[in-house]
């Protein structure tokens, strides 16, 4: 608290960074020990945490006060102008010393107190159980184990405690493997396919330089070749691009020589560093905050952001790794320099791709804890930093309080029967399917969204739907009531088109009057491009399969490696 | 029939343009009198009409045939491999003397019967009456009368025999002003708007130059930078290079479509259109439109403006009567633009299917303003190029009357409202757009979208797996199904117990909501129909909540934040484009 001078400012702008009428809110400023807040004159707040701030910047002075920009890292950007200079000069004063934090214990995290007694907030970070991720992978199983060699910490300080690996991975292999791999991050399993039987693993890049080998590394990758029955060949993919790649064996790293590993496919796929994605990010935000842009503008700017091309070719990469196991039945390990930021882009959206499960709510958390070395609900670097800050103790688990209000974040047209166990996605990534994300980029300026959502409506639809379901079974009820068994006959006249009682129906909504007829379309035309056949697994799966064989594969991935 | 030389060609190959395996398929290929016939192995059969072809290629010989590439006005892209170079060779001759036309008796509509005697045929064409159109607006009135000034077209050959103009303003001023007009397009009513407070309207002109500000009382003069039927036929064959180009980069794809232009001069059809209306239904003020003569960009700016005005405009019937009014009949060249007749190509340029992509930018903003969806604007521009219907041929009235297209062709519109079920928007709400409902799109730049399904709608494979529309009209029919559900039970238990049941159906009526009318023949219920999860507090993922749906709000921020002396600037802004 000894950072804020003023908590509380009043007559203050809020101006709409995009109004061409120079629209503003005037209210009060109040600035708390977490949180900016503004509240207008209707009462309406406005919250930003301390900690989402990403750059504080004081204009100078015009006749209306005293400009104060803030640049959140969700995105948000708000413009205050605050009448007095000297108020404006606190507050800026103290955001900057808020928003930048020396070390953990003063995130808002250890602060932050949702009432919970200690039993829940233990059971709130068991909600996701990796060991049981595993399981439900179907490992351990006959080739794959779980491997006590990182337990301590002391080959990969990075790496979690539990890892899997091959079973005909010995010890001596392992603590070989790691020496030779960048941050001793050696090859683990990161997904199993059960069906296939095929593996994506993780690790960081090879300590090769440009001669350099290591038996027990090569022992390593055969070991999961062998791991697959269904493949003996298996696939080494390094997400870089091949010049970036190239360049490391300068400082002793690299990449694998074909030559030196037996059956392995070797693959560049070409995403970029993050210091090319960070101005990336840095251009796209530019365009998106430039108000009154052109048509042409806009394009061109965001072509020459490159970020849409990022987008795709992390996504081209999984749809490569996806192939592999799916359609060839191959296992794959993924790498890129330490193995921490493209292998997890990579991996994470590959799992996602070929298991439906990750597609589900519950299914979305577990994968972000297998995939990311930042989970923890996000806080540090590593497993190994987290249990030393002892979060569990001091911290809250964000996912239960998202699976509280999971209403809020589920899909009205998720269908899980059009995702079996198991169901390969596969994208279309043609460009013009990459789409620049308005409700990221603009969530909070209100001014540039479309005044009717689709969502909404279809949420109206749904929730339509409920009550009339919930007409049906009073209506049921009062039959059965008033006529006891006699009404068998009828009630079991409906039953040709009887469907599941909504369960989570707690409060049903106020069923709307002015509801539209929405009105009957038997002979749809495919508008989005695709009839409903297409949905369906068997078709996807047969094109898959017989259209682009593996020799396509290839060629694809081999235009990526001119990127 | 002379120019057929051969009307059956087997082992075809049709090769799919995107796909990265080079997938074909394989059938055979028919030759019709009106129609170029391919079916494959699978009895799937691709038409395509004579007059939709806009070119035709044969490429150089390969090792597994001669290549022939049909492009067509819709945008379809067809690659065929002939076997023998004897056979393409025909059906290339053939097809290039089939796609020109030189005269009108030889277009389809003259040859296309659709079964329908006389009379049908008659009432086809009634279907749309526009002096009923003009009573519907509102006049004649106090103000405004029909003139019979172009009864027999002696001013005005382009433009129709019935034309609104002021009361005031005599024949003699009519002639002289129509003299003072490039083709005689003078100053006529094109929309009046009935407002409880004020009458506005925007009418229509064609000048040569502009008018002097000091010389016309009271005028506010704006240009709103529109380009050109030039700059606008290249900017498409642009577009279409970019979206043919197969494996393109994002990078490419993007600075392709910000090269074309294309979108650029989409959003400048809309603003214009905006324009004008804040000017009519902010400051009530009468807008006369003009370009240069009056049928292009005139046409464009002066429907899109009613249909962002009056809500009439967005249902099925009332979108007919718009393409009737401020495009058939007030003239605009569907013939030379559309290529109709073997014509000179500069006069070739995509302005009606500008105003469908603006129309189309519309339903994407205000998915519950329009009865109709993408599926209509699709069809209509099929239509205009099939010259399978009269409605669209030739250049103006005048020209359609000598023809005699009402007793020889048929009209478009009976057809399409027979199949309106398809075209139906099913999130469409009409309590949304009551009369003289007004939409403010908002045209910030990144609102201006690809259009895919216009320019790739033939090629399958582009498009994503899964159609949200398709999900939303299975749950609009399985909600049908539920109240045909309640209905039987409640039919069930009064036919039962006949009086006794009026106290149960008065329980029930707190939620009672129309039958489906249309419910013919009720679809199969699909038992594995997802249990949709509650969701009583959305997340507002398109950004707007609902309250952002109301008119109310519309209407406060519009004359609010908005005044009268901004649209001017802004439209000096645009003068400098």
Known sequence: MEHIRTTKVEHVKLLDRFSTSNKSLTGTLYLTATHLLFIDANQRETWILHHHIA????????????????????F?????????????????????????????????????????NESEQAKGWQLIDLAEEYKRMGVPNDYWQLSDANRDYKICETYPRELYVPRTASKPIIVGSSKFRSKGRFPVLSYYHKDKKAAICRCSQPLSGFSAR?????????????????????????????????????????????????????QFVGIENIHVMRSSLQKLLEVSGTKGLSVNDFLSGLESSGWLRHIKAVLDAA???????????????????????????VCS??????????????????????????????????????????????????????????????????????SPNLTLLEPNTVSFNFKFWRNMYHQFDRSMHPRQSVYDLIMDMSEQNKQLEEDIKQLEAKIKQKRGQSDAVLL????????????????????????????????????????????????????????????VSLEYGVARMTC
């Open 349 to 418: 959206l590959g799992a996602l791709l070929l298991d439906s499960y990750y597609r589900t709510i519950k299914g979305f958390m577990i994968h972000e804890h297998v995939h990311s070395c930042q989970f923890g609900n996000f806080l540090g670097n590593c497993q190994k930093e987290r249990e030393e800050l002892k979060l569990k103790e001091k911290t809250y688990s964000l996912w239960p309080f998202l699976l509280d209000e999971q209403k809020k974040y589920q899909n009205p047209l998720y269908k899980p029967s059009f």
């Open 76 to 116: 948000r950007i708000v413009h205050f102008v605050v009448p007095r200079e000297r108020d404006c000069h606190d507050i800026y004063n103290s955001l900057l010393q808020l928003s930048k934090t020396a070390k953990y214990e003063d995130l808002y995290a250890f602060s932050y107190n949702p009432k919970q």
């Open 55 to 74: 750059a504080v910047e004081k204009l100078p002075l015009t006749t209306s006060g005293c400009p104060l920009v803030i640049q959140c890292k969700n």
């Open 492 to 551: 079991k006249e409906r039953q040709h088109s009887a469907r599941p009682a909504p369960v989570m129906l707690k409060s049903p909504p106020c069923f709307k009057k002015d509801q539209p007829l929405i009105p009957l379309n038997d002979a749809v035309r495919t508008i989005e491009g695709s009839n409903t056949a297409d949905n369906r697994y068997s078709e996807l799966m047969e094109e898959l399969s017989k259209a682009e064989p593996a020799i």
């Open 319 to 345: 749809v490569f790794l996806v192939k592999a196991v799916a359609v060839e039945s191959a296992s794959v390990l993924v790498h890129c320099s330490d193995g921490w930021d493209r292998t997890s882009q």
């Open 214 to 266: 290591c038996l027990e590394d090569e022992h390593m990758l055969q070991a999961i070749s062998k791991a697959n029955p269904s493949n003996r060949y298996m696939y080494v993919m390094d997400t870089r691009p091949k010049l970036n790649a190239m360049a490391n064996r300068a400082a002793g790293k690299g990449y694998e020589n074909e030559d030196n590993y037996s059956n392995i496919r070797f």
